[in-house]
T-cell receptor, first 115, second 111 residues
Framework: SAVISQKPSRDICQRGTSLTIQCQVD?????MFWYRQQPGQSLTLIAT?????????ESGFVIDKFPISRPNLTFSTLTVSNMSPEDSSIYLC????????????FGQGTRLTVV | QKEVEQNSGPLSVPEGAIASLNCTYS??????FFWYRQYSGKSPELIMS????GDKEDGRFTAQLNKASQYVSLLIRDSQPSDSATYLC???????????FGTGTRLTIIP
């Protein structure tokens, strides 16, 4: 089965700094998404990562705060910029494979703590 | 009104019994329905997908979909302690690849 590698798995960052999270898949995917899951909460979609073009952001999320890149079909990054403690959360990469019939699969997640 | 609603639980079920998890959704054009299992500290894992009305069985799991009533359920037969987790219902709509998640139901199987 395909492997979705997300890194780092966790980090503790100082407020005001930025962290870039990487998501690498070992086979081609049609869609890549970034989610946030705050403690004890469900998943909230941040944006859809579009290959070779600007990401599509959901309401409440902006490019300046969460810049996203997707240079090819199998790789994407999410940056959390100018972090504050409110950004402490789990960030998850999700992908849909060419053959998966809209089924979405998740990376291991990145647990971010901002101090 | 929330788009996808689940009872947050916790739901406690004795080992060996049937666990029943329910989910309702508000958008009638919803097309695809998914159940994810999430262990504490882990990412969600897809366990069932269902696209048409009726039942779909996979091992101890059965997903049930009723589009007229706008609900989808997950039955877990012969519940095991390893089934203790949060179960997330997710829905997407025709022409829209994005998933909308419910808040999840925390299930505890009591030995």
């Amino acid at each position: 089965s395909a492997v979705i590698s997300q890194k780092p798995s966790r980090d503790i960052c100082q407020r005001g700094t930025s962290l870039t999270i990487q998501c690498q898949v070992d086979s081609q995917v049609t869609m890549m998404f970034w989610y946030r899951q705050q403690p004890g909460q469900s998943l909230t979609l941040i944006a859809t990562a579009n290959q070779g073009s600007e990401a599509t952001y959901e309401s409440g999320f902006v490019i300046d705060k969460f810049p996203i890149s997707r240079p090819n079909l199998t790789f994407s990054t999410l940056t959390v910029s100018n972090m504050s403690p409110e950004d402490s959360s789990i960030y998850l990469c999700s992908v849909e494979f060419v053959s998966s019939n809209t089924e979405a699969f998740f990376g291991q997640g990145t647990r971010l703590t901002v101090v | 009104q929330k788009e996808v609603e689940q009872n947050s639980g916790p739901l406690s079920v004795p080992e060996g019994a049937i666990a029943s998890l329910n989910c309702t959704y508000s958008d009638r054009v919803s097309q695809s329905f998914f159940w994810y299992r999430q262990y504490s500290g882990k990412s969600p894992e897809l366990i069932m997908s269902i696209y048409s009305n009726g039942d779909k069985e996979d091992g101890r799991f059965t997903a049930q979909l009723n589009k007229a009533s706008q609900y989808v359920s997950l039955l877990i037969r012969d519940s095991q302690p390893s089934d203790s987790a949060t179960y997330l219902c997710a829905v997407n709509n025709f022409g829209n690849e994005k998933l909308t998640f419910g808040t999840g139901t925390r299930l505890t199987i009591i030995p």
